[in-house]
């Protein structure tokens, strides 16, 4: 659950999701696969590596950690995927 990771109320509660529309999103970094539960999905965009620019040093920290990059073409925060998978390693975190 990408948002429990991120410190946000969870997305994924068994009780509700007979009446829940549950999107994964999988990740593969190295030999690891990760799938990461999701509210929804709105657009898939390319953008160019040069645009990015360093994480801004006001986000909160209970995400911050998870930041690779910001695009401030699109306002979007950029994760970093390896990141993500290994705190969810590290934590067991399953369902």
Known sequence: DLNYLLGFPAVWQPKYISRTKIMVIVLQVNSKLLGLVVSQVEEIEQHHWQNLQPPD???????????????????????????????????KYEV
């Not at 909160?60 to 995927?81: N, Q, T, W």
């Open 57 to 91: 040093r006001l986000l909160p920290l209970r995400f911050g950690h998870f930041v690779k990059a910001y695009l401030p073409e699109a306002s979007s925060i950029i994760l970093d995927a390896q990141r993500i998978v290994q705190a969810a390693v590290d934590i």
